[in-house]
Every structure is written in C-alpha cells, then in structure tokens.
C-alpha cells in the first residue's frame, strides 16, 4: 500500500515539474531578446537613412511572440508631422528589409475619408478598418517620400465593419448602399466588406459575419 502511495506521489511530483518547466520556458519566450531588439533598431535606423527623411523617426520595436506577423521583430517609426505609424522589418522570403508605410498610410485616409459616412448610416460608436496589403509599396514600386493618393492605384483592400449592436432587418441593404457609395464617390471601386456585430466591450453580438466582394 504504502509503495503504491509513493508511486502515485512520485508520478504526480513528476507531472507537476513538467508542468512548472513548461510555465517557465512559456514566460520567457513571451519575452523579446534585448540583441535582437537592438539589431532590427540599428537595421531600421539604417533604413530610415537611406529612404526616408528627418520627417520619420524611430521611437519603439515590436516583438511579435505569438505568430500574428510573419516577423518576430519589426521597428515601430512614425511620421513626426501627421502621426502615421508603420513597421520597418526583415522580410522572411526575401531577407530584405521592407516597410509598411504606404500601406499604413493609405489604410488611414481611407478609414478617415469613409468614417463620416459609417457614423452617419451605423451609428456613431460604429467604426471602420482598412486592411491593405503591407507590402503594397513595393510591390506597386511606390517612392515612400511621393506615396500620392490611394486614388491613383487600383486597390483591392479588405474593408472592415464593426457596428456594437445586433442584426437589424434591413441590414444587408444598408451595407449595398455603403458599396455603392464607395464606388460611385470613387473611393474605392474594388474590395471586400467584412461587417461584424461586436460590443464596444469586444463581445461578439452576432456569431455570423456578412461577406460581400465588389
């Protein structure tokens, strides 16, 4: 009996060690390594150097410890005047440093030209997000310091919807009308509205999301 005993309390010390080992090395991979911080700091400081100007500065680094980017270190910067933001980072295929600058930009006159309109039809609590490619720059070979207008470039970017109640009947022809004006206002003529029904406190109100391609 009492060897029994010992058996089941050596197995469970075992179990809870494991357990233990697994937290710990869980803690630190949640956190960044200071070389590699300062290396992409040092990179993007080069970067910066070679392609923008004294209007941009580098003021923090991102480290990505759970997988949502196909970078784990990226160099926050910002456009001193206008307080855009994006990310310098090592490109995983390529190994070449790249930003997301135009893409932020664009991202954020275009939130900005269609959140008038969102408050107005949706409520003012609703909100609108702009998802473009990050790599757009480079691969439309965009001048970063001459980005010019979203306008001028057939764009095809996903265009987010949160409003913070649930499904109304009449819903799905109020999101048309939202297309129709984006394309007949010539904001954007391409694209993907995704519309969710989420709380202002992030609870989900409707477990169906409505898709639409234009």
């Known amino acids: 009996m009492r060897k029994t005993v010992k058996i089941i309390l050596g197995i469970l010390g075992f179990i809870f060690l494991g357990v ?33 100007n004294d209007d941009f500065e580098l003021y923090d680094t991102l480290y990505d410890n759970m997988g949502n980017f196909e970078f784990e270190y990226a160099a926050k910067v910002r456009v001193i005047r206008s307080n855009t933001e994006f990310l310098v980072y090592r490109d995983a295929e390529t190994k070449q440093l790249v930003d997301t600058y135009v893409s932020d930009k664009w991202s954020d006159e275009l939130e900005e030209e ?16 702009v998802y473009i490619d990050d790599e757009i720059g480079v691969a439309l070979n965009v001048d970063p310091l001459n980005p010019g207008s979203f306008k001028n470039y057939n764009l095809e970017p996903t265009v987010r919807l949160d409003i913070p109640r649930k499904r109304l009947e009449g819903d799905e022809e109020r999101f048309t009308d939202f297309i129709s004006y984006l394309t007949i206002e010539e904001i954007l ?9 989420v709380a202002e406190t992030g609870e989900i109100l409707e477990d169906k999301e409505w898709i639409w391609e234009f």
Do not use: C, T, W
């Open 114 to 129: 269609m959140s008038p309109y969102v408050r107005q039809a949706f409520g003012e609590s609703a909100v609108v997000y």
């Open 189 to 197: 003529q391409h694209g993907q509205l995704i519309v969710s029904y």
């Open 20 to 52: 233990v080992v697994l937290v710990i090395l869980f803690i630190l991979s949640m956190k960044p390594d200071p070389d590699r911080e300062e290396k992409i700091r040092q990179e993007a400081g080069r970067y910066l150097e070679a392609n923008f």
